[in-house]
């Protein structure tokens, strides 16, 4: 019982093209999240939202457009794909915005080519 | 504008020894701090929190942590490593009076030799 999924694991795909990863908790919660992993390790938010609001919007190309349709799911699509987004993006979520433990789904581990 | 970082890029340590990981961070209000461990291929983990009340915090798998508010350094330690510690270990804050963002440190790489 996994409390947050992603799909796909893996995505390989060419510049140009749009592609979509979903995400899904099973925890109850209300506050997801979207993060960037570089090959660097440094992980850095993307979006948030709590209920179905945007909380949390950071600097961020508007190729990258989050969607949820209700706040057990937090997809993220990505429009006119750059070798530079190249990460791996994990989708967490988390009780309530702000102080509350956050949980992380596996990543999805994007490679553009 | 809140802050984390992690000095050391990798830490290592023998295993049976003590193991120290640190953390200093910048807020403007009252802290609240996390760590979270990473192991290869593999989403973020939670191991302790700070919010509030008793400076040493104790988390999973026999981790704790010290808040210190004169140095605000929030240093992960364990008294004796286990090969099975190797990992990354992420640092964060979230600065209590503004905002929802969570700000991770750039991830500190412990290995823990046999």
């Known amino acids: 019982d996994t409390a947050v999924s992603q799909t796909p694991k893996y995505l390989v795909t060419q510049m140009g093209n749009d592609k979509s990863i979903k995400c899904e908790q099973n925890l109850g919660h209300d506050t997801m999240y979207w993060y960037k992993q570089d090959s660097k390790k440094f992980l850095k938010i993307m979006f948030s939202?709590?209920?179905?609001?945007?909380?949390i919007n950071e600097t961020v190309p508007n190729r990258f457009s989050p969607k949820s349709p209700d706040k057990a799911h937090l997809n993220l699509h990505i429009n006119s794909l750059e070798l530079g987004d190249s990460a791996v993006y994990f989708c967490?979520?988390?009780?309530?915005?702000?102080?509350?433990?956050?949980?992380f789904g596996p990543g999805t581990r994007l490679t553009v080519l | 504008a809140q802050s984390v970082a992690q000095p050391e890029d990798q830490v290592n340590v023998a295993e049976g020894n003590p193991l120290t990981v640190k953390c200093t961070y910048s807020v403007s209000g009252n802290p609240y701090l996390f760590w979270y461990v990473q192991y290869p291929n593999r989403g973020l983990q939670f191991l302790l929190k700070y919010i509030t009340g008793d400076n040493l915090v104790k988390g999973s798998y026999g981790f704790e942590a010290e808040f210190n508010k004169s140095q605000t350094s929030f240093h992960l330690k364990k008294p004796s490593a286990l090969v099975s510690d190797s990992a990354l270990y992420f640092c964060?804050?979230?600065?209590?009076?503004?905002?929802?963002?969570?700000?991770f440190g750039a991830g500190t790489r412990l290995f823990v030799k046999a």
């Open positions: 967490a979520s988390s009780q309530a915005a702000g102080a509350d433990t956050q949980y």
């Open positions: 964060a804050v979230r600065d209590v009076s503004g905002g929802f963002k969570t700000i």
């Open positions: 939202y709590n209920n179905k609001e945007l909380i």
